[in-house]
């Protein structure tokens, strides 16, 4: 043995792991860790749906809210549901996912340039992107559907927001600023139309540090633009601000806050003023009409003797509609007037030539008149139901009142001045109808201190306008005065100075066309023909030959459509002057059964007229033809119906036993159209000649009457009635014929006479 030992070593296992194995587990977490972050921090995938993808590019255009990025479209396609509009899939910020509710809008923010300025600026660099605005309310939701334009300011950003009421929108716009004593207090956000109210509802915001500036009792009105009004005493321009009126706006005014005016609310709604004169402030009342008329807020006026004193601010009907109350804004110098005898009505536009006033009254529609009264038990009122129409003419009021009576009054009106020598001298209190229609009456008052000047051969006349006749060699221009030029007017004068009556209220006085027609005896009438036919002046009005009136003037129709012969009727007015009476041409007629009239072939053609029985008329429309019915004062009148008229004419003779002894005066159809009546008169002596059982028939021409046995049969009356016809008439001898007939009695007209009539012959003695 040896002295070195050796020993067995000792082999232990190993139970550690290597390092290498703990970069894979490394690799792990870091991987588990980004695909955690991954998660949370990936993009909500949305879809919004456009009506166009005008101006939206994949990629480019982003979602931003409050000037930060929060997404961008990643695709667009088209809506394939209807072809409408397009589908934008957007990304949105993961960390936006609370804000996308039901109530989150968005829409498309681009440039706009226009005259109050440019919106969307920043688009021109950026271009085009995505405006949202956060919903707090709804459940979550990842589709949504693009407003067509921003949404209106939210009611919870701090300011005043108030909603205003107007007619119309006019220049305002979204971003119109709201002024105050010209400084800029706020803006308009909104404004959308109520078809329910027919008005425009404008929402605007006042800036939280002049909130205070608006009260209960503030006034807005808009100031867009020029205001301009124009009258007799020059031309009046308004506006509020360059700013004003480049862009629009509104402004405001507000009186003392009190405890009946405490500062406005969130809400509150106002009425927006056309201008500035609408909103004045005023006295309030109301009107109310009966039946409904047609009143505009802000726009009908109350007028008194040509002078605004109030404005209508708002009106209600009741619930029956049967009438309607209009609540007024009157001027305060009016306060005193407002009492129990204060009356109000409407005044409709008229197209005449009484100034500016009657312009306004054209372009505004309907007025508002009033009649203001101091009245000593009169009471205030502020409540009042206005007339039908205008109120009659009160004959307690100091002054001399008369009627002036014409066919029409072209510009006399309501204040229609009076003249006498170019001075007023009083006024037109009312117009209206005549009792029969057929002419128009002015009422007018002559103050006490020129009562005097009028008796009753004063003579009136419508000083209206400039009035020139004449011809180039002798030109004749005549006006009153510049106020009845502008405004219209009546002038009268007496004819024979102190000669005249004294005249009592109600007198009645006719009113002449013009002043050459007063200057003339005789009553003025007009006489409306579809041509001149030969008509000049100087052409005479005739009655069975005896000349009763005189053509002045012929005018041609403004419509065209025929000429009036303004004339005088200086004998009997009151019977042709008169409703019924009857006019037409009188001309020379030729033909074969004889000629008529030949007399105005060296005289001149004339017109006859036909006096009636009814009330006074001044206006007429002349016959084409002589009238139907003529009935003369002597002999007798009686009617004959016929199934047709045949030759019978105007003037044909009638005959007994072949002697003239009366003619047609007029024909026309029966009432029920199925038979002709023809008029006749008999003359005197021979009137009594006809009797209840007298026959007419009618005598003209030939009757020939042939048979292939009995041979021809030959009849006639005369050769007078062959050329000219007739109707004949013969009377039996029978009792019942001795009493003579009436006039009006009607007979049958036979077509040809009887044997048995030929053969009669009675004694009638015509003494």
Request: aromatic residues 8%.
């Given at each position: 043995?040896?002295?070195?030992e050796y020993?067995?070593?000792?082999?232990?296992?190993s139970?550690?792991?290597?390092i290498?194995?703990l970069?894979?587990?490394?690799?792990?977490?870091i991987g588990?860790?980004?695909?955690v972050?991954?998660?949370?921090e990936?993009?909500?995938?949305?879809?919004?749906?456009?009506?166009?993808g005008?101006g939206?590019?994949v990629?480019k255009?982003?979602?931003?809210?409050?000037g930060?990025t929060a997404g961008?479209?990643?695709?667009?396609?088209?809506?394939?549901?209807?072809?409408?509009?397009?589908i934008?899939?957007?990304e949105?910020?993961r960390r936006?996912?609370?804000?996308?509710?039901?109530?989150?809008?968005?829409?498309?923010?681009k440039p706009e340039?226009?005259l109050?300025g440019?919106?969307g600026?920043?688009?021109?660099v950026?271009?085009?992107y995505?405006?949202?605005k956060?919903?707090?309310t709804?459940?979550?939701?990842?589709?949504?559907?693009?407003?067509?334009?921003p949404?209106p300011?939210?009611?919870?950003?701090p300011g005043?927001?108030?909603?205003l009421?107007?007619?119309d929108?006019?220049?305002?716009?979204v971003?119109?600023?709201?002024?105050?004593?010209?400084?800029?207090?706020g803006?308009v956000?909104?404004?959308?139309?109520k078809?329910?109210?027919d008005?425009?509802?404008?929402?605007?915001?006042i800036?939280?540090?002049y909130?205070?500036?608006?009260?209960?009792?503030s006034?807005?009105w808009?100031?867009?633009?020029?205001?301009?009004?124009?009258?007799?005493?020059?031309v009046?321009?308004?506006t509020e601000?360059l700013?004003?009126?480049?862009q629009?706006?509104?402004?405001?005014?507000?009186?003392a806050l009190?405890?009946?005016?405490?500062?406005?609310?969130?809400e509150?709604?106002?009425?927006?003023?056309?201008?500035?004169?609408?909103?004045?402030?005023?006295v309030?009342?109301?009107?109310?009409f009966?039946?409904?008329?047609?009143?505009?807020?802000?726009?009908?006026k109350?007028m008194f003797k040509?002078f605004?004193?109030?404005?209508?601010?708002s009106?209600?009907?009741?619930?029956?509609d049967?009438?309607?109350?209009a609540?007024v804004?009157?001027?305060?110098?009016?306060?005193?007037?407002?009492t129990?005898?204060?009356?109000?009505?409407?005044?409709?536009?008229?197209?005449?030539?009484?100034?500016v006033?009657?312009l306004?009254?054209?372009?505004?529609?309907?007025?508002?008149?009033?009649?203001?009264?101091?009245?000593?038990?009169?009471?205030?009122?502020?409540?009042?139901?206005a007339?039908?129409?205008?109120?009659?003419?009160?004959?307690?009021?100091?002054g001399?009142h008369l009627?002036?009576?014409?066919a029409?009054l072209?510009?006399?009106?309501?204040?229609?001045?009076?003249l006498?020598?170019?001075?007023?001298?009083?006024?037109?209190?009312a117009?209206s109808?005549?009792?029969s229609r057929?002419?128009?009456?002015?009422?007018?008052?002559?103050?006490?201190?020129?009562a005097?000047?009028v008796?009753?051969?004063s003579?009136?006349w419508?000083?209206?306008?400039?009035?020139?006749s004449?011809?180039?060699?002798?030109l004749?221009?005549?006006a009153?005065?510049?106020?009845s030029?502008?405004?219209?007017?009546?002038?009268?004068?007496?004819?024979?100075?102190g000669?005249?009556?004294?005249?009592?209220?109600?007198?009645?006085?006719?009113?002449?066309?013009?002043?050459?027609?007063?200057?003339?005896?005789?009553?003025?009438?007009?006489?409306?023909?579809?041509g001149?036919?030969?008509?000049?002046?100087?052409t005479?009005i005739?009655?069975?030959?005896?000349?009763?009136?005189?053509?002045k003037?012929?005018?041609?129709n403004?419509?065209?459509?025929?000429?009036?012969?303004?004339?005088?009727?200086?004998?009997y007015?009151r019977?042709?002057?008169?409703?019924?009476?009857?006019?037409?041409?009188v001309?020379?007629?030729i033909?074969?059964?004889?000629?008529?009239?030949?007399?105005?072939l060296?005289?001149g053609?004339?017109?006859e007229?036909?006096?009636?029985?009814g009330?006074a008329r001044?206006d007429?429309?002349?016959?084409?033809?002589?009238a139907?019915?003529?009935?003369?004062?002597?002999?007798?009148?009686?009617?004959?119906?016929?199934?047709?008229?045949?030759s019978?004419?105007?003037?044909?003779?009638?005959y007994?036993?072949?002697i003239?002894?009366?003619?047609v005066?007029g024909?026309?159809?029966g009432?029920?159209?199925?038979?002709v009546l023809?008029y006749v008169?008999?003359?005197?002596?021979?009137?009594?000649?006809v009797r209840?059982?007298?026959?007419f028939?009618?005598?003209?021409?030939?009757?020939i009457?042939?048979?292939?046995?009995?041979?021809?049969?030959?009849k006639?009356?005369?050769?007078?009635?062959?050329?000219?016809?007739?109707?004949?008439?013969?009377?039996?001898?029978?009792?019942?014929?001795?009493?003579?007939?009436?006039?009006?009695?009607?007979?049958?007209?036979?077509?040809?006479a009887?044997e048995?009539?030929?053969?009669?012959?009675?004694r009638?003695s015509?003494?």
């Open positions: 043995m040896t002295d070195q020993h067995e070593a000792l082999v232990k296992e139970r550690s792991i290597s290498i194995w970069l894979p587990m490394i690799a792990v977490v588990g860790w980004l695909l972050k991954s998660l949370i990936s993009p909500i995938e949305i879809t919004i749906d456009f009506p166009s005008t939206m590019e990629g255009t982003k979602v931003i809210y409050e930060i961008v479209v990643t695709d667009i396609r088209l809506d394939t549901t209807d072809l409408e509009g397009v934008a899939t957007v949105i910020d936006a996912e609370p804000l996308l509710r039901e109530s989150t809008q968005f829409w498309l923010v340039i226009s109050s440019v919106t600026l920043e688009t021109i950026t271009g085009n995505i405006g949202v956060v919903g707090l709804g459940k979550k939701s990842t589709l949504f559907k693009a407003l067509s334009e949404p300011l939210d009611i919870q950003v005043l927001h108030l909603e009421l107007a007619s929108l006019g220049s305002l716009h971003d119109a600023p709201v002024l105050f004593k010209k400084i800029v207090v803006s956000t909104q404004y959308q139309l078809p329910k109210e008005q425009v509802s404008i929402r605007i915001h800036k939280p540090e909130a205070g500036l608006v009260s209960k009792q006034r807005f808009n100031v867009s633009g020029i205001t301009a009004s124009a009258d007799l005493s020059g009046k321009v308004q601000s700013l004003s009126v480049v629009g706006g509104i402004t405001f005014d507000t009186p009190s405890e009946n005016n405490p500062p406005a609310d969130n509150d709604t106002f009425t927006l003023y056309s201008d500035y004169e609408a909103a004045q402030r005023g309030q009342a109301t009107i109310t009966r039946p409904p008329e047609s009143l505009e807020p802000g726009k009908t109350v040509g605004e004193v109030g404005l209508v601010q009106v209600e009907f009741s619930e029956d049967a009438s309607v109350t609540e804004s009157f001027h305060p110098e009016a306060e005193p007037y407002l129990t005898a204060t009356r109000f009505w409407l005044v409709k536009p008229e197209v005449s030539l009484k100034g006033s009657a306004e009254t054209l372009i505004t529609g309907n007025q508002i008149a009033m009649e203001m009264k101091k009245a000593d038990k009169a009471e205030p009122s502020r409540s009042f139901t007339l039908k129409e205008a109120p009659k003419v009160d004959y307690s009021r100091p001399l009627k002036l009576e014409s029409e072209s510009s006399v009106s309501r204040g229609t001045p009076v006498y020598r170019q001075v007023q001298v009083g006024e037109v209190q117009v109808l005549s009792r057929n002419s128009v009456i002015a009422d007018i008052t002559i103050e006490p201190e020129y005097a000047l008796n009753d051969h003579r009136f419508k000083a209206s306008g400039i009035a020139v004449g011809s180039i060699t002798n004749k221009v005549r009153e005065s510049l106020t030029i502008v405004q219209g007017g009546i002038a009268f004068y007496n004819p024979d100075q000669s005249g009556k004294k005249i009592r209220n109600g007198h009645v006085f006719n009113l002449y066309d013009d002043y050459d027609l007063a200057r003339e005896n005789g009553v003025a009438v007009r006489i409306r023909l579809p001149s036919q030969g008509l000049e002046e100087g005479l005739k009655y069975q030959g005896f000349t009763v009136g005189e053509v003037r012929i005018e041609l403004p419509d065209l459509s025929g000429v009036t012969a303004h004339a005088l009727i200086r004998k007015p019977k042709f002057a008169v409703q019924g009476s009857q006019f037409w041409l001309h020379p007629t033909g074969i059964t004889g000629a008529s009239n030949l007399d105005t060296l005289k053609q004339y017109l007229v036909q006096p009636g029985d009330d001044y007429f429309v002349a016959l084409s033809a002589p139907p019915v003529v009935k003369p004062g002597t002999g007798l009148n009686v009617v004959l119906k016929s199934p047709r008229l045949a019978i004419r105007e003037g044909l003779r009638v007994y036993r072949d003239v002894v009366g003619s005066t024909y026309e159809l009432p029920m159209a199925d038979e023809v008169n008999i003359e005197p002596p021979y009137d009594v000649l209840p059982g007298t026959r028939w009618n005598a003209s021409g030939v009757n009457d042939v048979g292939l046995f009995s041979g021809a049969s030959i006639t009356e005369s050769l007078e009635s062959i050329l000219a016809g007739g109707i004949s008439f013969a009377t039996p001898e029978t009792r019942q014929s001795t009493a003579p007939v009436q006039n009006g009695e009607v007979f049958t007209l036979y077509s040809e009887n048995e009539w030929l053969r009669w012959k009675p009638i015509l003494k």
